[in-house]
């Protein structure tokens, strides 16, 4: 049973506007939620959390907004640039350090 | 330096086989994982060691042992070797248990794991 998910497997954006990555889950019990970003041939590495008591967190171009009641979270990346394609993986984390990602989405960045 | 690293980073061998995939973290940190990237890309969280204790060890077959000489390794045994197997594997390390404010988890590279 997927507890995170991410329903779009790829998206396609013009350099210079906006990306929204979208994140569903299903346990109301994470008390935090991740974005990693992953190169191919490379791990995921760590974007940018939030906590659940949270609806807002910004750092720089990448902002996560999560929606509690309908259980939805997204990574807002303004401006969009080249180096942002990648694939982006949304995980819940649950008390006791278990994480649960997402399958992914494959976020393409035209020039 | 590579935070967490493991090593091979390619391995092709037959069924049956035994083989180990090593990792090694120089964050200082106390926790570290196993997780398995599947066909579907799906990171899976296999195991979780924190100061050389299990404290997570999901629904994984036997033929599955995770061993932790020190904090700063985590390495995976995998005997009898199914083609199933065949996977991604990734190590990671975080701080501690408790995630917080700047305390995030770090992943390796990926051990492409190849069973013919």
């Known amino acids: 049973d997927q507890q995170v998910k991410q329903n779009s497997p790829s998206l396609s954006v013009q350099e210079g506007r906006i990306s929204i990555l979208n994140c569903d889950y299903t346990?109301?019990?994470?008390?935090?939620f991740l974005w990693y970003k992953k190169y191919p041939a490379e791990g995921p590495t760590f974007l940018i959390s939030?906590?659940?008591?949270?609806d807002k967190n910004e750092d720089g171009r990448f902002t996560v907004f999560l929606n509690k009641s309908a259980k939805h979270l997204s990574l807002h990346i303004v401006p969009s640039q080249p180096g942002d394609s990648a694939v982006y993986f949304c995980?819940?984390?649950?008390?006791?350090?278990?994480?649960?990602f997402g399958t992914g989405t494959s976020l393409t960045v035209i020039p | 330096d590579t935070a967490v690293s493991q090593t091979p980073k390619y391995l092709v061998t037959q069924m049956g086989n035994d083989k180990s995939i090593k990792c090694e973290q120089n964050?200082?940190?106390?926790?570290m994982y196993w997780y398995k990237q599947d066909s579907k890309k799906f990171l899976k969280i296999m195991f979780s060691?924190?100061?050389?204790?299990?404290?997570i060890n999901e629904t994984v077959p036997n033929r599955f042992s995770p061993k932790s000489p020190d904090k700063a390794h985590l390495n995976l045994h995998i005997n009898s070797l199914e083609l199933g197997d065949s996977a991604v594997y990734f190590c990671?390390?975080?701080?501690?248990?408790?995630?917080?404010?700047?305390?995030?988890?770090?992943f390796g590279e990926g051990s492409w794991l190849t069973v013919v």
């Open positions: 990671a390390s975080s701080q501690d248990m408790i995630l917080g404010s700047g305390n995030t988890i770090y």
């Open positions: 346990n109301s019990m994470f008390d935090y």
């Open positions: 939030i906590s659940s008591i949270k």
């Open positions: 995980a819940g984390h649950l008390t006791g350090n278990q994480f649960y």
């Open positions: 964050l200082g940190h106390d926790t």
């Open positions: 060691y924190n100061n050389k204790e299990l404290i």
